[in-house]
Nanobody, 126 residues
Framework: QVTLAESGGGAVQAGDSLRLSCAASGGSFKDYAMGWFRQAPGKEREFVAALSWSGLSTYYADSVKGRFTISRDNAKNLVYLQMNNLKPEDTAVYYC???????????????????WGQGTLVTVSS
């Protein structure tokens, strides 16, 4: 079973960029599709982005399409979320997740994904 740990969150201004990282350990990283989710204060967790084990297929929520890029480095067991042109509505705790099915990351059910990280806070001020 893979274990995930996010890093890279912080407080930025609107229009700034930030890159989140998720380090995987304890499992075969290449077996997993990877995804990012976020949960804003008082709101439900939502899907942000996902990519296949090869990195060749990527999927994005409409709200971040064109601004966020998900990528992975299978040699380093890392997955990234590059966030550009950040907006105050991007403020949330961002979670990394893994599952053997990319489709499950995209459409759920999300409650029983193979692994979740502990989250990293991103705060965007106007």
């Amino acid at each position: 079973q893979v274990t995930l740990a996010e890093s890279g969150g912080g407080a930025v201004q609107a229009g700034d960029s930030l890159r989140l990282s998720c380090a995987a350990s304890g499992g075969s990283f290449k077996d997993y599709a990877m995804g990012w989710f976020r949960q804003a204060p008082g709101k439900e967790r939502e899907f942000v982005a996902a990519l296949s084990w090869s990195g060749l297929s990527t999927y994005y929520a409409d709200s971040v399409k064109g601004r966020f890029t998900i990528s992975r480095d299978n040699a380093k067991n890392l997955v990234y979320l590059q966030m550009n042109n950040l907006k105050p509505e991007d403020t949330a705790v961002y979670y990394c997740a893994a599952d053997q099915a990319a489709s499950k990351l995209r459409v759920g059910p999300h409650d029983d994904l193979d692994a979740w990280g502990q989250g990293t806070l991103v705060t965007v001020s106007s």
